[in-house]
């Protein structure tokens, strides 16, 4: 179809990435879907992010840690969209693996077939946190991007409304350990309402995005709801900042992914995380929608 932008979604298969491929598609682009494994796309994701498999024109099926798999993917591409990210301990992988260098592989591609702009999702408070080998992996891209000579967008979101629904498990299991006192604030983002913020961004100046949701809680206040909404009381144990830190140096020792990953979580406990804010999608529901698809499968 002449006229028609061409989309690469990278990370199609995730959170973020399944409510971006179908921004996109609404907005009448043809999307192209790098993803694992197809089969996930088919079936709503654990946070009720959306069967896409319908919403997609083109499957590529790769690996960013196997360059031959990704070979070709940008062909015919106007615009590349990456959310895709190592987000849980692989036994094999690290976040420079993936984060850095796999997006490093996308953009070579990008470069090779001159694609008109790249956007990127990295993390709010990127500043605050530079040794956190997550955040490192992310801002070691998005140098590379800003060095690429390519139109980037790199949105920098806080929170999203499935990291909040970690809590929200936990709460179901009836008992919540909380690093700190939980006095920290965050403006967390539903995934449909950040799709919009990464769809905008595909036009205009090169740029930085932050973004949050609506609303602003504690992340007390978060874990409070989280209680509520599957009708049970707060049982909220606190740990000390020390001894999570101390924890985490010792669990370093036998499991250095796992370790990584883990320090970000603690990490992000130290500061408030309010970014500008978008959308109209609304925690206390989104909890609530989690607590009702329970009681269905029950
Ligand atoms: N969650 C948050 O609160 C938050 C906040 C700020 C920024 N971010 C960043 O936003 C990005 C998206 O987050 P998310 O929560 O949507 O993550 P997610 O649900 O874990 O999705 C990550 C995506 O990356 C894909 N992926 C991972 N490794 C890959 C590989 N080697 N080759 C090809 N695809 C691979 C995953 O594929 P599979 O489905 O096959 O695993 C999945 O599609 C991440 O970079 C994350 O760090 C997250």
């Not at 609404?26 to 994701?45: D, F, Q, S």
């Not at 301990?89 to 470069?111: C, E, M, W, Y």
């Not at 990490?267 to 009681?295: C, N, Q, R, V, W």
């Amino acid at each position: 179809m002449a006229g028609t932008k061409k989309v690469l979604v990278a990370g199609a298969s995730g959170y973020l990435g399944r409510y971006a491929v179908r921004e996109f598609k609404k907005r009448g682009y043809l999307v192209r879907a790098l993803v694992r494994n197809p089969e996930k796309i088919k079936t709503p994701g654990p946070h009720g992010e959306p069967a896409v498999y319908d919403f997609v024109d083109e499957i590529v099926i790769g690996d960013v840690t196997n360059p031959e798999s990704i070979e070709g993917i940008c062909n015919g591409i106007d615009i590349v969209f990456s959310a895709l990210g190592l987000t849980a301990p692989d036994p094999k992988l690290t976040s420079f693996d993936v984060d850095h260098l796999g997006n490093g592989r996308i953009l070579q591609q990008a470069l090779q077939q001159k694609v008109s702009r790249f956007i990127y999702v990295s993390v709010f408070n990127q500043d605050k946190m530079p040794d956190i080998p997550t955040i490192k992996a992310h801002e070691l891209f998005v140098a590379d991007l800003k060095a690429s000579g390519l139109s980037w967008a790199v949105i920098r979101p806080n929170g999203y409304f499935s990291d909040m629904g970690r809590f929200f498990s936990m709460a179901r299991s009836g008992h919540l350990f909380m690093v700190g006192e939980g006095e920290k604030k965050i403006n967390p983002i539903h995934g449909a309402d950040l799709a919009i913020v990464c769809a905008d961004a595909a036009n205009g100046e090169s740029r930085e995005i932050p973004a949050g949701g609506p609303d602003t809680y504690t992340f007390r206040e978060v874990m409070e709801m989280a209680f509520l909404a599957c009708g049970k009381s707060p049982w909220i144990t606190t740990l000390p900042m020390w001894l999570a830190e101390g924890s985490l140096a010792v669990a370093g020792l036998f499991n250095r992914n796992l370790a990584d990953l883990l320090s970000f979580a603690v990490e992000a406990l130290k500061f408030d995380h309010i970014a500008p804010s978008y959308g109209t999608h609304h925690l206390k529901e989104f909890f609530a929608e989690l607590a009702a698809s329970d009681k269905h499968e029950v």
